[in-house]
């Protein structure tokens, strides 16, 4: 599909969103270790899992909203509601405010407007694009992304630490010009008012529609290998959830200066918070050039041994970051940390739907997503266990966390390869016999 084929609403968003996407990655990573300087690292991770409940809750009616009220203006509203909560993030750290908990419920505040904008923002891509070029201009919006991901930390890892009053207006303005250009140049694209009456009912209250959610996790309940396949989703999830929060801390605390580039008078020195900002970079463009190759060259191989094995790799990785202070070895931690990551990017959906009734398909995909809500929810506990336990036996908790993913999806698949011989064993005997 070229460019020129594009739907307008597509072409705005694109340029806009990452902008907006490059200064949120100048600061997001780097929250983490701005609340543990300012508040102690006990008062940040509490306050950080409140954050990410605020952002689970605002998940659940995220896509109702933007089936019964329009994709436009649950965009239009989140946008604005975003360029608002700037103002604040950029009073609390302004010369003459400097608060800690303004600059938390900003934050906050921000993920749930963020929660609200996404699902229509996907919404809208589905109503616009046809079916065939979806994968495309789906893959187009994941890598604009991660060219943000690319630049933003890097950046960031200069501006945060020594001009944030200055890059929060940046991102203040960039976000009002956002909601302009939204509210100027999109269109609706919500289905006819019958249609979404249909799939959300005309009385139903948000609530109603949170409750249905919430009820149809209910299929974990009944089915084991779905319920193992969660579990150790959530555990591994703990590891690889730490990337913007317990690396980040470890690497500004325990990470001393050190020469990136050195050649006759010139040298190149990183401190520890340039070197994460590296280290997240290093992540987003290995996941930019390399998640396509990844998937097709996974696809040789058995789902369980791709699972397993990304486990592991997760843990390893967690041994390696937590054992040495050394950039160049955190780098090569982090390409192994991402060749975890990008080993599974391809194969989860297709493994969900096999896991799933195809009556129920909706619902199984809408309880996978636990993996990632209840595991982000958990993961900031990892900044006070730093404090009780210290770096490197919570990067070794982390590691038997993801031995423990392993071997939970050493069991599940294996009993899942039982289930499948027996029900074909079961459809051979009742095939009609010929003669």
């Not at 072409?11 to 701005?34: C, D, H, N, Q, T």
């Not at 890097?154 to 501006?159: A, H, N, P, Q, R």
């Not at 203040?172 to 999109?186: C, G, P, R, T």
């Not at 192994?336 to 969900?352: H, K, N, P, R, Y």
Request: proline content about 3%.
């Amino acid at each position: 599909m070229k460019w020129k084929d594009w739907d307008t609403n597509i072409k705005v968003r694109l340029i806009g969103e990452f902008f907006v996407s490059l200064l949120f990655w100048m600061f997001f990573p780097f929250m983490a270790i701005y609340f543990s300087d300012e508040l102690g690292k006990e008062s940040a991770g509490i306050l950080l899992v409140l954050s990410q409940v605020v952002g689970v809750f605002a998940n659940l009616v995220g896509g109702y909203c933007a089936d019964k009220y329009g994709r436009k203006k649950m965009m239009v509203i989140s946008a604005w509601g975003q360029a608002i909560t700037f103002i604040f993030f950029v009073l609390a750290n302004s010369p003459w405010l400097d608060s800690p908990i303004l600059t938390f419920i900003a934050f906050s505040t921000l993920g749930l407007f963020g929660s609200l904008y996404w699902p229509a923002s996907h919404a809208m891509i589905a109503d616009v694009v046809e079916e065939k070029h979806r994968t495309e201009v789906f893959a187009v919006f994941y890598t604009s992304m991660n060219i943000s991901v690319v630049f933003g930390p890097v950046l960031g890892s200069i501006f945060f630490f020594s001009y944030r009053f200055e890059l929060l207006i940046a991102c203040l303005i960039v976000s009002v010009i956002l909601a302009i250009v939204l509210a100027k140049y999109i269109r609706e694209t919500v289905p006819v008012k019958k249609e979404v009456l249909e799939q959300v009912g005309p009385d139903k209250k948000w609530y109603e529609a949170v409750w249905e959610q919430l009820k149809d996790y209910r299929v974990i309940a009944s089915d084991k290998l779905f319920l193992l396949f969660i579990f150790a989703g959530i555990l591994v999830a703990q590891t690889f959830m730490q990337m913007d929060l317990l690396l980040a801390i470890y690497t500004t605390e325990k990470v001393p200066d050190q020469s990136l580039f050195s050649f006759g008078s010139w040298d190149i020195s990183l401190t520890g918070e340039k070197v994460f900002g590296y280290l997240i970079s290093l992540n987003g463009l290995m996941v930019a050039l390399c998640t396509v190759w990844m998937a097709r060259w996974m696809n040789r191989f058995r789902e369980g041994r791709v699972f397993i094995t990304s486990a592991l790799l997760y843990g390893v990785s967690m041994l390696v970051f937590g054992s040495t202070t050394m950039m160049w070895i955190l780098f090569a931690a982090m390409v192994i940390f991402t060749i975890a990551e990008l080993m599974v990017v391809g194969i989860q959906e297709s493994f969900i739907s096999k896991l799933a009734p195809e009556n129920m398909r909706g619902q199984y995909f809408a309880a996978a997503g636990l993996r990632f809500t209840i595991g982000r929810t958990i993961a900031p506990i990892s900044i006070p266990l730093t404090m009780w336990i210290g770096f490197e036996n919570t990067f070794n908790l982390l590691f038997l966390l993801a031995v423990m993913s392993a071997g939970i999806y050493f069991i599940m698949f294996r009993a899942f390869e039982k289930k499948t011989k027996s029900n074909s064993k079961s459809e051979n005997k009742t095939e009609p016999v010929l003669s």
